[in-house]
T-cell receptor, first 116, second 115 residues
């Protein structure tokens, strides 16, 4: 069965620190997709990244980077030099291509607090 | 130029009432979804339509009925509201290409409070 685990419920860091948010997934499909979304205090869900199971290259976008490792079924998200505006709940999600329904299975989210 | 919009943003109502939430997307996507986010921030899929056809219907009370008049709209009607229905409801859309999970773009959410 498909499952996404975000074991860190809440993380607090001081501004300018680096922080890594963990995401571990379970799936039996060989083709699947992983996503990260940000939910700031205003409540909307903002798309950050999509990665398919055949692309294990790490990705960097400004201060954000993602490390995808199929061997450990993990898709971790690192924020470098964190800022107060990074304070949000971050969700990891999994979608299996074989399901034919495109539905996401979300993790329970990690609340990140960046203190000034 | 809002991509996925929902109305209303806030909805406060009494137990037993019937209410609707509307969703519209202007992205030209074929697939739309409804998710429920509970008080612990847990997000769960409820329904999905692809080109006006229901493709996902999770274990949701039949008091909840989605309606898709066209592929740009997916409304959610809730009958006989209960306290436990209080949550934030998100609409989303994606391209919905067969065999591929495209990025879903979410609306701003509708906070439903049942008193």
């Amino acid at each position: 069965a498909q499952k996404v685990t975000q074991a860190q419920t809440e993380i607090s860091v001081v501004e300018k620190e680096d922080v890594t948010l963990d995401c571990v997934y379970e799936t039996r499909d060989t083709t699947y997709y992983l996503f990260w979304y940000k939910q700031p205090p205003s409540g909307e869900l903002v798309f950050l990244i999509r990665r398919n199971s055949f692309d294990e290259q790490n990705e960097i976008s400004g201060r954000y980077s993602w490390n995808f490792q199929k061997s450990t079924s993990s898709f971790n998200f690192t924020i470098t030099a964190s800022q107060v505006v990074d304070s949000a709940v971050y969700f990891c999600a999994l979608s299996e291509a074989g399901s034919g329904t495109y539905k996401y299975i979300f993790g329970t989210g990690t609340r990140l607090k960046v203190l000034a | 130029d809002t991509a996925v919009s929902q109305t209303p943003k806030y909805l406060v109502t009494q137990m037993g009432n019937d209410k609707s939430i509307k969703c519209e997307q202007n992205l030209g996507h074929d697939t739309m979804y409804w998710y429920k986010q509970d008080s612990k921030k847990f997000l769960k899929i409820m329904f999905s339509y692809n080109n006006k056809e229901l493709i996902i219907n999770e274990t949701v009370p039949n008091r909840f009925s989605p309606k898709s008049p066209d592929k740009a709209h997916l409304n959610l009607h809730i009958n006989s509201l209960e306290l436990g229905d209080s949550a934030v409801y998100f609409c989303a859309s994606s391209q919905g290409v067969q065999g591929r999970s495209d990025t879903q773009y979410f609306g701003p959410g509708t906070r439903l409070t049942v008193l």
